[in-house]
């Protein structure tokens, strides 16, 4: 059974930084896909970016240039590299893998609020 717990997250202003770490267990960690997504009250979780195994990343169009994924697979964790935080960042923050599609069972997520 695939386990993600997140953390990193909390109060923050405006222009400032966080740095999201997210544990994977239950899965050989290095040949997965993994996502960092995000949910803000009343909205749809959207993804915001993504590392597949060789490294290659993408992100929404609202974070280019501000937030950067990286992995360690030793560690079997994912981070998220969160700059010049915006208010409209503000939301719960979720990691997952994806192997083939296949995802798995949400964690808890981490909250990240940002101040205007």
């Known amino acids: 059974q695939v386990q993600l717990v997140e953390s990193g997250g909390g109060l923050v202003q405006a222009g400032g930084s966080l740095r999201l770490s997210c544990v994977v267990s239950g899965t050989i960690f290095s040949i997965n896909v993994m996502e960092w997504y995000r949910q803000a009250p009343g909205k749809q979780r959207e993804l915001v970016a993504s590392?597949?195994?060789?490294?290659?990343?993408n992100y929404a169009d609202p974070v280019k240039g501000r937030f950067a994924i990286s992995r360690d697979n030793a560690k079997k964790t994912v981070y998220l590299q969160m700059n010049s935080l915006k208010p409209e960042d503000t939301a719960v923050y979720y990691c997952?893998?994806?192997?083939?599609?296949?995802?798995?069972?949400w964690g808890q997520g981490t909250q990240v609020t940002v101040s205007s």
């Open positions: 590392i597949t195994s060789a490294g290659t990343t």
């Open positions: 997952n893998r994806n192997l083939g599609g296949v995802r798995s069972a």
